[in-house]
């Protein structure tokens, strides 16, 4: 089990114990404890085995016995306590912003509200109002989010995904008479949020698979629309999970179906009638002749196209390329050198300078930038002026000490995540921002604002001459929060013109901008740095997401900053500060 994985699990504890088990001050302590330890990258199981849990921030003797249980066993006799204590309405009750823990307890111990139409019952009713701490506008933003809850349910984003995806596909190739399997669907394809996983087998005897599929435990069998081919099953959060399962000379043409969108089988399907052929999921056709095509590289090469990436199979152009050869040579998580928005100990990061910089060293890159929070971050211990001038002080002398010459030579730049105010100003006087090698400009606040009013924000900051790049763009939070309202073309537009990048933040809760945006960006010949914004050394890892985005977008290495020389970048960044010079 992973950090992030316990941490999640312990941040359910307090929530549980805070709404039915009556022990806020206990529900704190499991609150901060997770905190610390979902960006910490510890390896728990080593930890455990050493007795050395409670050397963890916040880890005391009962939380580490609790982590000592989820990571020999995957579970906790007090996690399952807690949830045979709680109702199952009641956790999509607490999902919905502005109810959290607290707000929960209220509406369960006073007005019995323990599912999503009890809650809407009542918020209709003006009931919620009158309860103390919430009044009408509470009451009103409950109702937009029980239907936004609603339109989440069964979806997970892709970092949780892909551990049920493994799981299946693990237990499938164990079935008895399987062939071979693949993942296929949004999983494969690397879509941001999933609500389904989609498997493909194959084998002399689908029937048997599939009835085995069917009746493996801790899955619950949903109605079949093609039994003889497909087995649906629904996990515990209500994610669906579907095996497809054919003989093998169908298997290629039935992971090729399974994968792509829509749009992207129908664009085949088009290409095979030009060449003559019928595609369909059992098979390429020729007249009644079904070829023989082992994989999908044999049925892309018989389109007459190059094979196309899974992540690439949306029906934007794909097919045309992939016929003219132009498929691009997408970026991969071994061409970045670096990365530019990460956080230490001096605002609302874990890690210290130089153990930010340390494990930056360790995944063999030559640069990190450190980018912490600017003074109006009070939330997150943005740094005045002064702190300012003490980690540049400190980053300098790290650099000097540590940053070694020639080939192996590495640095630390000078960043700062600037706050973007509501008139779309940094918060910095201009002296500062000039203090820094580079600004990454992010909106934390006002994002209530109307279209043009935010957009028109936006497009003022990168406007700055000293702003280098525009953190998460929409504000969006994945299954949480949908985006502030903003032109997000027309602020690619404007960063286009004075040459501004626009990241793909790579925290998985976030992916933001997504791939359809960075896309654009890039074809506006803006460059996309994909930045972690890590908050630990461990957290330095996501990374991984944000490349998944950046190969959904088509962009190559050269289009993605951090994938830049130590050289080549600081003479960009150098260039771009005598710009804003005065």
Request: net charge negative; glycine share 10%; aromatic share 6%.
């Amino acid at each position: 089990m992973t950090a992030r994985e316990a941490a999640a699990l312990l941040a359910e504890i307090a929530m549980l114990l805070e709404v039915v088990g009556g022990n806020p001050f206990r529900a704190k302590a499991f609150q901060s404890a997770s905190r610390s330890l979902e960006t910490s990258g510890a390896d728990l199981s080593a930890l455990a085995a050493a007795g050395e849990l409670r050397t963890l921030p916040g880890v005391g003797e009962g939380i580490a016995a609790v982590l000592t249980e989820l990571v020999t066993t995957g579970t906790s006799r007090m996690l399952e306590e807690l949830r045979a204590q709680t109702p199952v309405g009641l956790f999509d009750v607490m999902r919905i912003k502005g109810v959290g823990a607290k707000r929960g307890r209220t509406l369960y111990k006073d007005l019995g509200i323990d599912s999503l139409e009890k809650l809407e019952e009542a918020a209709a009713a003006g009931r919620l109002a009158k309860l103390p701490g919430f009044g009408a506008k509470t009451e009103q933003k409950i109702l937009e989010g029980v239907a936004f809850v609603r339109s989440m349910r069964g979806r997970r984003r892709f970092f949780q995904a892909i551990e049920p995806a493994a799981a299946l596909l693990e237990l499938v190739e164990g079935l008895p008479g399987v062939i071979e399997v693949s993942a296929a669907g949004q999983v494969r394809r690397r879509l941001e949020v999933v609500d389904s996983i989609d498997l493909v087998a194959s084998s002399k005897k689908p029937e048997a698979v599939l009835a085995a599929f069917r009746a493996l435990q801790g899955v619950a069998p949903a109605d079949d629309d093609d039994a003889d081919r497909r087995a649906d099953v629904e996990l515990a959060d209500g994610l669906c999970a579907t095996l497809v399962c054919v003989k093998p000379a169908e298997y290629a043409t039935a992971l090729l179906f399974a994968t792509g969108s829509g749009e992207h089988w129908a664009q085949l399907s088009a290409r095979a009638e030009e060449k003559k052929l019928r595609l369909a999921r059992d098979g390429v056709w020729q007249g009644r002749k079904r070829l023989a095509l082992p994989d999908e590289d044999a049925v892309y090469e018989a389109l007459g196209l190059a094979f196309i990436p899974p992540e690439l199979r949306e029906g934007w152009g794909e097919i045309e390329a992939a016929a003219g050869g132009n498929l691009p040579k997408l970026v991969d998580t071994s061409d970045l050198r670096g990365t530019f928005h990460c956080h230490t100990t001096y605002s609302d990061g874990r890690a210290s300078v130089a153990e930010m910089a340390d494990a930056a060293r360790e995944r063999g890159w030559a640069y990190l930038g450190i980018a912490d929070h600017s003074q109006s971050a009070g939330y997150a211990g943005g740094l005045p002026p002064a702190a300012v001038k003490k980690q540049h002080r400190e980053i300098d002398a790290w650099n000097a000490e540590h940053g070694g010459r020639g080939k192996k030579r590495f640095r630390l730049f000078k960043g700062v995540e600037s706050d973007i105010l509501a008139d779309g100003s940094l918060d910095y006087p201009d002296d500062v921002l000039r203090s820094f090698d580079y600004v990454v400009g992010s909106v934390h606040s006002n994002f209530a604002l109307d279209e043009k009013e935010q957009t028109r924000r936006l497009i003022r900051a990168v406007s700055n001459p000293h702003i280098t790049m525009l953190g998460h763009a929409t504000g969006r939070l994945l299954l949480r929060r949908n985006g502030y309202a903003v032109d997000v073309r027309a602020v690619i537009d404007a960063a286009a013109e004075h040459g501004v990048c626009v990241e793909i933040n790579a925290d998985p809760h976030r992916l933001d901008v997504d791939w359809k945006a960075a896309r654009y960006a890039a074809e506006k010949g803006v460059l996309v740095p994909i930045n972690p914004d890590a908050h630990s050394t461990g957290a330095l890892g996501n990374v991984a997401w944000g490349i998944n985005v950046a190969r959904k977008a088509w962009l190559t290495a050269p289009q993605v900053l951090n994938t830049w020389d130590l050289d080549k970048l600081e003479n960009y960044l150098a260039e771009r500060k005598q710009k804003s010079a005065p």
